[in-house]
C-alpha cells in the first residue's frame, strides 16, 4: 500500500473467550496472473452468461464469485417472474453453455442477493436458503449426483469460501428467534457450531451498543468468512418492523471482525459500508461514503488513494492475487444519466482505474429490493461476473479480458 494515502484509526478491543471451534486448514489461493489496469483497457468482451434468455439470470453479491473454483461452472438464480422472487438455482457450462437445473421452486428475498446462493466443498456443492412454507432452509447440492441435502432451518446463509466446508449462518434479522448469535455448519458432518454470540459483542463494545440499541434485542447479522477460514466480518441487527422484503426489515450497524484463533475481535468500525476480504485475510476493503478504502486490520487503520475518484453506491472487491479491485458505481459523477450503473476495475495503490461497462440499471426485476451490479472476479482473474438491469430481463454478464 501506498505511505502516502489518508490514513484514520478505527476500534480495537482486547480478547473475548468462546468455546473452542475447530476450523479448517489454512486455503491457499491458486497461483494467478499478475496484472495491472493496463490489462483491462483494451479488447475487453462482454457477453450475457445465457444467451438471448427470456427470463431473469442474477449473481449473487460480490463477496462469492459465480465461476466454480476449477473455471468450469457459473452459478447463477433463474427466474421467469418480473420481481424475479421464485425461480431455479442453475449451473452453466461456461464454454458449452449447458444449463443444469440444481433446485427448482426456490423462493428469495429479494432480487438483490437472490438466494445466496455459492460455491463451497472445492467447487463439489453449491449452497443456497430458500424460503419453504414458513420456515427458511439452507440447503445443498452435489453437483456430480444432484443430490439435495437440507442442512438446517430457521436461518439463512451469508459468505463462505468456495474451497471450504463450513457455511456461516445467521437468524432471521427482521423478527429475533432463538438463533441470534453467528453459527455455521459443516456441509460434510451437518454439525452446527457457534461463531460468535451476542453476549460476546455485548461484553466487547458494551458502551456502543446501548447508544445504538438501546434497551432493543439484536443479533449478529450477515458474516463474511475470511479466504483463510480464520476470520469473520459481521453487523450488529436489530428488527425494525418492516418484515424481510421491506427496507425497514431491520436496523443494522457497525462493522467487526472477530478473530477464531486468538479469540477476541480484532477491530470495529461504526460503519458498514458494503466490505470484502483481501486474500491474505488481513485487509478488508471497503466504501465508506462513495470512497473506496483499505482497512489494516493489524494496526487499526484505514486508507484511501485521494487519487482515486468516488464510487458511489459501490461493491467493492479484490482480484485472487489483491493488486486490483471492481466495483459497480453509479456513473452521474462520470457523465452518466440517472439511473446509469458502470463497472471499474481499479488500483488502489497507483489510483489507476478503467470503466469497462456502462448501462442503464432502471430495469430488470421489479423486486422490491434493486439488483445491484455486484461485480466479482474470477478465481483465475481473468474474468469479471455482474449484474445488468439494462432491459426486461436482469442478466449474468461476463467480462473478459485479452490473453496476455
Known sequence: MNHQLNRRAVMRTGCVGLASLLLPKAIRAAPVDQTGVAAWRNDVSISPVLDKATCHSIHTYFNTSPESPDGRWVLFYRSTHPDGHRGEVCIA??????????????????????????????????????????????????????????????????????????????GPHWSLGEHRDLEAVDVNTGVNSTLVTVADLRKAFPDWVRKEFGE???????????????????????????????????????????DFVAKKFVFMDPNWGHPAWHPDSRGVLNIYGRNVVFIHSETGYIESNKSLPPFPGGHPSLSPDGPLFVTDTQLGLFGGSRGDWGVVVGDISNGQYEILHR????????????????????????????????GAWTRLLVAERPPN
Not at 439488483?371 to 461476473?385: C, N
Open 216 to 258: 432493543a434485542e439484536i443479533s449478529l447479522f450477515f458474516p463474511i468468512l475470511s479466504p483463510d477460514m480464520q476470520r469473520v466480518l459481521f453487523k450488529a441487527s436489530s428488527p425494525a418492523g418492516g418484515g424481510f422484503r421491506s427496507p425497514q426489515g431491520s436496523t443494522r450497524k457497525g462493522l467487526f471482525c472477530y
Open 93 to 170: 457450462e461456461r464454454t458449452m453453455g449447458r444449463v443444469n437445473v440444481l433446485a427448482s421452486n426456490v423462493t428469495i428475498e429479494d432480487a438483490h442477493r437472490a438466494a445466496c446462493q455459492q460455491w463451497i466443498s472445492d467447487g463439489r456443492r453449491v449452497v443456497f436458503h430458500d424460503l419453504r412454507g414458513a420456515d427458511w432452509v439452507v440447503v445443498s447440492v452435489d453437483i456430480e449426483s444432484g443430490e439435495e441435502r437440507t442442512l438446517t432451518s430457521g436461518r439463512q446463509i451469508a459468505w463462505g469460501q468456495p474451497r471450504a466446508d463450513l457455511v456461516p449462518l445467521y
Open 359 to 390: 448501462f442503464d440499471n432502471t430495469q430488470g426485476a421489479t423486486s422490491w429490493r434493486r439488483s445491484h451490479p455486484h461485480p466479482v472476479f474470477s478465481h483465475d482473474g481473468r474474468r469479471i461476473y455482474f449484474n445488468a438491469s439494462d
